[in-house]
T-cell receptor
């Protein structure tokens, strides 16, 4: 049973426009969330995080929104750049542990 | 940002061989992790360690074993490789509290023929 879901396997966006990547989770006890970016043949690179006590966190072009009632978070990238083309994973922290549960990823392609 | 290294990056090996995947980090992180990822799938935690001489099984059952004799080193061993072990293996580390970000190495792509 998948506790963290990224229902869109891929997304294409024009350069300069906004990219919105979505992530849904089933366990309301998750207390911290991470977004990672992964290029081919490389390991995931940390992008941005958000605590369950917040509903928004911003870092440059990247903003993560958390809607706890809907158990939904989203990553906004604006403006999108061709270098943002990668697979994006969301991860949810299981309270009381050092463990994160990962989604299956969304492949973003930013078209020049 | 953590410096974490994995070798080899790619490995093609025959069934029945013993293999060790190396993972080292230079940041002094106390916690280290091994994940397995198949294409298009989520990362699954197979082993983790809270510190030297501490290792635990992860959420996904794995025939591999790990050791943590030094803080910076967390090797993963398969005693007898099988085609079902073909996957990408990602090592990560973190430091501090429960919610700390995990930093990943570049991964090892394993193909067992």
């Amino acid at each position: 049973d998948q506790q963290v879901k990224q229902n869109s396997p891929s997304l294409s966006v024009q350069e300069g426009r906004i990219s919105i990547l979505n992530c849904d989770y089933t366990n309301s006890m998750f207390d911290y969330f991470l977004w990672y970016k992964k290029y081919p043949a490389e390991g995931p690179t940390f992008l941005i995080s958000i605590s369950s006590i917040k509903d928004k966190n911003e870092d440059g072009r990247f903003t993560v929104f958390l809607n706890k009632s809907a158990k939904h978070l989203s990553l906004h990238i604006v403006p999108s750049q061709p270098g943002d083309s990668a697979v994006y994973f969301c991860a949810a922290h299981r309270p009381g542990t050092y463990k994160y549960i990962f989604g299956t990823g969304t492949r973003l392609k930013v078209l020049a | 940002e953590a410096d974490i290294y994995q070798t080899p990056r790619y490995l093609v090996i025959g069934t029945g061989k013993k293999i060790t995947l190396e993972c080292s980090q230079t940041m002094g992180h106390d916690k280290m992790y091994w994940y397995q990822q198949d294409p298009g799938m989520e990362l699954h935690l197979i082993h983790y360690s809270y510190g030297v001489n501490s290792t635990e099984k992860g959420d996904l059952s794995s025939e591999s074993t790990v050791s943590r004799i030094r803080t910076e080193h967390f090797p993963l061993t398969l005693e007898s490789a099988r085609p079902s072990h073909t996957s990408q293996y990602l090592c990560a580390s973190s430091f501090g509290g429960l919610q700390e970000t995990q930093y990943f190495g570049p991964g090892t792509r394993l193909l067992v023929l």
